[in-house]
């Protein structure tokens, strides 16, 4: 789970990390009140899970609490990498005397914790020189390579990597401010979704990015809104992922990841199929499973079970691929029902070829 600015902010202050005060708003009046109790000058922040949004102009800073509501008009509703904003936080604007960057991640490839730490950190640490930017193996831990009076800092962040089961925790700028004090101004974190039953941290549960990833969590499916024009669906990760590629090879973009996951029955495909057609992007939807221990003719009873439901709502094509457990009885059951919607295709290429050309 990636965490917004102020979710991330919280769950520092929660380690002792230091952090400016700030709320989030989202209307401009509201904006304006938090500025008016922070007291001084405010800096806007557009609150969403990209980064360069300074560059982008959703990050202002305000003199007034009248012109914090006036940035916030103009930051709500903005689009930053495709990501609408909906929220601003307002916090308390800092006096920058020095910007660092410092991170702690679980680097994959050297199958290490690694800690990096840049002196230019800021907007532009993207394109710093690879050799501005130190690697600090972290185990044991030992950040005396850090300049001193952050070294706390870092130790505390370190804290919330470890106690929160983070993937990365990331701060740019971690800055020094005019009167000497350290303070994280930005932060973002990534949290092990595997290790949430063991998380006691509350207030983490902000609303998804997207009304519709919101719904298939609550449904319990693994979606994820892309900005193509294939709806997919499929059963494994690694299956779901070579779809995509599959459907990008043949000159069309992919709406969504959706994993049904293994042992999926009718109802998890008859959900998915509804969370993928409410997607207005979405132009064709392409079905491809392999069927394991989940058997084909219950995917197949799954999709008949969404048709129905839907009804009229299934306005787009659908093209379902079905191999494995049980293949020939699942496609025997969408020949059988013969839905106008449905077309049955013999391989993955050839039913990434249709999709594409159908949602193109
Ligand atoms: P990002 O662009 O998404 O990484 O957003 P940041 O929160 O890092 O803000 C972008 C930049 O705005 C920072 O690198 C700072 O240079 C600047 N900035 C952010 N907050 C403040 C602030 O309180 N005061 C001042 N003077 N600059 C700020
Ligand atoms: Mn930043």
């Known amino acids: 789970m990636d965490l917004l600015e102020h979710q991330a902010m919280r769950l520092f202050a929660a380690h002792q990390v230091p952090v400016p005060a700030g709320e989030v708003a989202d209307t401009p009046a509201r904006a304006g009140a938090i500025a008016a109790r922070l007291g001084g000058a405010t800096v806007v922040k557009a609150q969403v899970k990209v980064g360069g949004r300074g560059k982008a102009g959703g990050v202002r800073v305000a003199a007034t609490p ?29 006096n920058i005397a020095t910007e660092y960057y410092l991170a702690f991640l679980v680097d994959r490839s050297a199958r290490e ?8 950190g800021g907007m532009d640490i993207e394109q710093a020189p690879a050799s501005s930017i130190v690697r600090i193996p972290v185990d044991p831990l030992d950040l005396t390579a850090l300049p001193p009076a952050i070294v706390p800092v870092a130790e505390r962040l370190w804290a919330v990597f470890v106690r929160e089961d983070a993937t990365l925790v990331e701060v740019n700028p971690l800055i020094v401010d005019a009167a000497g004090r ?17 998380r006691s941290f509350a207030g983490l549960s902000g609303r998804p990015d997207d009304p519709l990833e919101a719904r298939a969590v609550a449904k319990g499916l693994n979606y994820v809104k892309l900005d193509g024009t294939v709806g997919i669906i ?8 070579s779809t995509l590629d599959v459907v990008a090879g043949a000159g069309a973009r992919p709406a969504n990841f959706l994993d049904i996951g293994g042992g999926a029955g009718a109802q998890v495909m008859a959900d998915a199929l509804s969370v993928v057609l409410d997607d207005p992007a979405v132009r064709s939807v392409l079905v491809n ?28 094509p659908i093209v379902v691929r079905l191999d494995g457990h049980n293949a020939n009885a699942g496609r025997a059951i969408l020949a059988g029902a013969g839905h106008p919607m449905v077309t049955l295709a013999d391989t993955m290429d050839d039913a990434a070829a249709r999709a594409a050309h159908l949602g193109r």
């Open 234 to 241: 499929g059963n494994g990760a690694g299956l779901v992922m």
């Open 113 to 120: 914790i690694t800690g990096m730490f840049s002196s230019s």
């Open 182 to 198: 350290v303070l994280a101004i930005d932060g973002k974190v990534t949290l092990d979704d595997n290790a949430a039953f063991r």
């Open 289 to 316: 499973v392999f069927g394991g221990i989940t058997a084909c003719d219950a995917v197949a009873n799954g999709v008949i079970q969404a048709l129905d439901q839907l009804g009229a709502a299934v306005t787009r």
């Open 66 to 94: 009248a012109e914090a509501s006036a940035r916030a008009g103009e930051i709500i509703g903005m689009e930053i990498k495709g990501h609408r904003v909906r929220e601003v936080l307002v916090a308390e604007a800092s």
